[in-house]
């Protein structure tokens, strides 16, 4: 079984009146089956409202499945008993780094995580050592969150999941609110942690063009999985995903109208380097 | 409705060991009816620059004008400032409040002290203008997607009926198609009602592709004021910044090194294709 699996998951949001009448039932998530190997890169698309980060509150045990259920490392998340040793396994970044710093300095901050799990003094500092080293931050280990860049912070926020040596990391549109380059640090750091640290990555995106490394892409749309595939054979669908509110990286998007106006360019280009390259040769 | 500044500078906690400069001798000319795309990465000072444009930061030197008068002298009439120049801020719908849509749209126009018909007239204009669906009018803002909450709270500071409009980031956590459908209406708007629009975004793409003008900051100061053609030129000096331009532009600029024939001035995938096509058909 891998890290993370869905079988039939479902989750109702409830809305009650002020005596605690049903006013309305949302199905946020219906019937979800999936499967994600240890040590994969995963990208969740979707519109606003598909469903995405639901399911993803589901991988941590933040949320309870109506129906189904999500297993992470094979500990079924309906059972109670089970909750901290999932969130351990499991780690979340969500999208706005100031809510979810706590630390009057960085380190602090990473070590916030080890220590509620009553890990050892001295292996708290490894830990917030390595995890810093690991993001990229580790030169700023004594200055204060609050004087840091965007990308900075979620960096930082990235290191206090780490600290806690999860298997998988679940982030959360972490580069919503960060400027370009605070985005490709970012990026960088999550790539990393999974190439060289070997920690399942799944990344939940609006931002097409950070989802073209990924190992696969799911794509919900209201609360289903209805398409999923390697970045290849999902953006060569692009008239599919506009449909689901998406897009694809503009340089998809270009080759894509190229080859409508005639060009014989091959579908499904991910890189400015492959796109170069099939221009090259039919210019030939 | 022009708004001038002159020699502004904004220093956060001056007299103190702590004194941060965040805006270094700006002068700015914003012409009625520009649509604008400020740029510049977290920290650059473009949310302090906004803050300037309808009062709600006065600079530590310099003056600022609007429509040739001070906007910081004593006498002048604050309130008919905010009204003219609108700021949207960073997700807005954190700001909504009200029972109903149509309430909370309500609230702005209200407290101007117009009658209670004129404010009804205003809130269903802002609404229909910032493409809520007239279906929605009724319902709780709290009940609405991400997309049309953000919406809702946009047409609350249309409602005020400003000249200048004022959006921080308004498509930040917003799918593509939302990204798409808001920054559309707020073109239509601008060319329909001939506001001045200034935009705020991290988003190359879209600023290459609405606005007419791009000032770029970094450090407290405008460091690049042009046309988009012309600022995505300067891509090194972007990157030196920590920005970037759009895709395409890097994808032109390679081609160009591989021996096309082509100009490398394209800033959205339309111009992009045509010169391609171009190139083919020689």
């Given at each position: 079984?891998?890290?993370?699996?869905?079988v039939?998951l479902?989750?109702?949001?409830?809305?009650?009146?002020?005596d605690?009448?049903v006013?309305?039932?949302?199905?946020?998530?219906?019937?979800?089956?999936?499967e994600?190997?240890?040590?994969?890169?995963?990208?969740?698309?979707?519109?606003?409202?598909?469903?995405?980060?639901?399911?993803?509150?589901?991988l941590?045990?933040?949320l309870?499945?109506?129906?189904?259920?999500?297993?992470?490392d094979?500990?079924?998340?309906r059972?109670a008993?089970?909750?901290?040793?999932?969130?351990?396994?499991?780690?979340?970044?969500?999208?706005?780094?100031?809510?979810?710093?706590?630390?009057?300095?960085?380190?602090?901050?990473?070590?916030?995580?080890?220590?509620?799990?009553?890990v050892?003094?001295?292996?708290i500092?490894?830990?917030?050592?390595?995890?810093?080293?690991?993001?990229?931050?580790?030169?700023?280990?004594?200055h204060?969150?609050?004087k840091?860049?965007?990308?900075?912070?979620?960096?930082?926020?990235?290191?206090?999941?780490?600290?806690?040596?999860?298997k998988?990391?679940?982030?959360?549109?972490?580069?919503a609110?960060?400027?370009?380059n605070?985005?490709?640090?970012?990026?960088r750091?999550?790539?990393?942690?999974?190439?060289?640290?070997?920690?399942t990555?799944?990344?939940?995106?609006?931002?097409m063009?950070?989802?073209?490394?990924?190992?696969?892409?799911?794509?919900?749309d209201?609360?289903?999985?209805?398409?999923q595939g390697?970045?290849?054979?999902i953006?060569?669908?692009?008239e599919?995903?506009?449909?689901?509110?998406?897009d694809?990286?503009?340089?998809?998007?270009?080759a894509?109208?190229?080859?409508?106006a005639g060009?014989?360019?091959?579908?499904?280009?991910?890189?400015k380097e492959?796109?170069?390259?099939?221009?090259?040769?039919?210019?030939? | 409705?022009?708004?001038?500044?002159?020699?502004?500078?904004h220093?956060?906690?001056?007299?103190?060991?702590?004194a941060?400069?965040?805006l270094c001798?700006?002068n700015l000319?914003?012409?009625?009816?520009?649509?604008?795309?400020?740029?510049?990465?977290?920290g650059?000072?473009?949310?302090t620059l906004?803050?300037?444009?309808?009062?709600?930061?006065q600079?530590s030197?310099?003056?600022?004008?609007?429509?040739?008068?001070d906007i910081?002298?004593?006498?002048?009439?604050?309130?008919?400032?905010?009204?003219?120049?609108g700021?949207?801020?960073?997700?807005?719908?954190?700001?909504?409040?009200?029972?109903?849509?149509f309430?909370?749209?309500?609230?702005g126009?209200?407290?101007?002290g117009?009658?209670?018909?004129?404010?009804?007239i205003?809130?269903?204009?802002?609404?229909?203008?910032?493409?809520?669906?007239?279906?929605?009018?009724?319902?709780?803002?709290f009940e609405l997607?991400?997309?049309?909450k953000?919406?809702?709270?946009?047409?609350?500071v249309?409602?005020m009926e400003?000249?200048?409009?004022?959006?921080?980031?308004p498509?930040?956590?917003?799918?593509?198609?939302?990204?798409d459908?808001?920054?559309?209406?707020?073109?239509?708007?601008q060319k329909e009602t001939?506001?001045?629009?200034?935009?705020?975004?991290?988003s190359?793409?879209?600023?290459?592709e609405?606005?007419?003008?791009?000032?770029?900051?970094?450090k407290?100061?405008?460091?690049?004021?042009?046309?988009?053609?012309e600022?995505?030129?300067?891509?090194?000096?972007?990157?030196?910044?920590g920005?970037?331009?759009?895709?395409?532009?890097?994808i032109m600029e390679?081609?160009?090194e591989?021996g096309?024939?082509?100009?490398?001035?394209?800033?959205?995938?339309?111009?992009?294709?045509?010169?391609?096509?171009?190139?083919?058909?020689?």
């Amino acid at each position: 079984m891998g890290i993370i699996k869905a079988v039939q998951l479902a989750f109702e949001y409830i809305r009650r009146d002020e005596d605690g009448n049903v006013e309305g039932i949302t199905r946020a998530i219906d019937g979800v089956d999936l499967e994600i190997k240890e040590g994969q890169f995963i990208a969740v698309l979707g519109h606003n409202g598909s469903g995405k980060s639901t399911l993803a509150k589901h991988l941590n045990a933040l949320l309870h499945p109506t129906e189904g259920t999500v297993y992470v490392d094979g500990k079924d998340v309906r059972e109670a008993d089970k909750v901290w040793e999932i969130r351990q396994t499991a780690g979340m970044v969500f999208q706005n780094p100031d809510n979810q710093i706590i630390g009057q300095v960085v380190e602090e901050d990473v070590g916030f995580g080890p220590e509620n799990l009553g890990v050892e003094t001295k292996e708290i500092w490894e830990r917030v050592e390595e995890s810093l080293k690991a993001v990229g931050m580790y030169e700023y280990r004594k200055h204060s969150p609050n004087k840091l860049s965007g990308g900075q912070k979620q960096r930082v926020s990235i290191a206090g999941v780490i600290a806690m040596h999860p298997k998988c990391i679940i982030l959360d549109e972490p580069t919503a609110m960060l400027d370009p380059n605070g985005r490709k640090e970012v990026l960088r750091a999550a790539r990393a942690l999974n190439q060289v640290e070997g920690i399942t990555v799944i990344l939940i995106t609006h931002y097409m063009e950070e989802v073209i490394h990924a190992d696969k892409v799911f794509v919900m749309d209201q609360g289903k999985v209805v398409l999923q595939g390697t970045p290849r054979e999902i953006f060569t669908r692009v008239e599919e995903l506009r449909k689901l509110r998406l897009d694809v990286p503009q340089v998809t998007e270009l080759a894509y109208e190229l080859k409508k106006a005639g060009l014989d360019v091959p579908e499904g280009i991910l890189t400015k380097e492959e796109l170069v390259e099939a221009l090259k040769s039919l210019k030939k | 409705m022009s708004l001038l500044l002159e020699g502004v500078s904004h220093i956060y906690g001056e007299d103190t060991n702590l004194a941060v400069a965040a805006l270094c001798n700006i002068n700015l000319e914003i012409p009625e009816g520009q649509f604008i795309g400020l740029i510049g990465h977290t920290g650059s000072g473009k949310s302090t620059l906004i803050q300037h444009l309808n009062g709600l930061l006065q600079p530590s030197h310099g003056k600022i004008y609007f429509n040739g008068k001070d906007i910081n002298e004593k006498s002048f009439d604050r309130k008919e400032l905010r009204s003219k120049v609108g700021l949207v801020f960073q997700y807005p719908e954190h700001q909504l409040f009200e029972v109903t849509v149509f309430q909370d749209v309500c609230f702005g126009p209200k407290n101007l002290g117009l009658e209670q018909k004129e404010v009804e007239i205003r809130a269903y204009k802002a609404l229909k203008q910032a493409g809520v669906k007239e279906e929605q009018f009724y319902q709780s803002p709290f009940e609405l997607s991400g997309g049309q909450k953000r919406r809702v709270a946009i047409a609350g500071v249309l409602a005020m009926e400003p000249r200048v409009l004022i959006l921080d980031e308004p498509t930040a956590g917003l799918d593509p198609a939302g990204r798409d459908e808001i920054l559309g209406q707020i073109k239509k708007l601008q060319k329909e009602t001939g506001i001045t629009v200034i935009l705020v975004s991290h988003s190359m793409e879209d600023v290459a592709e609405y606005v007419d003008r791009i000032i770029v900051m970094n450090k407290g100061k405008i460091i690049l004021d042009n046309t988009p053609k012309e600022v995505f030129k300067e891509y090194k000096c972007l990157e030196e910044v920590g920005l970037a331009a759009p895709q395409v532009t890097y994808i032109m600029e390679s081609l160009k090194e591989e021996g096309f024939m082509l100009s490398a001035e394209v800033t959205t995938i339309e111009e992009a294709k045509q010169e391609i096509l171009s190139c083919f058909k020689k």
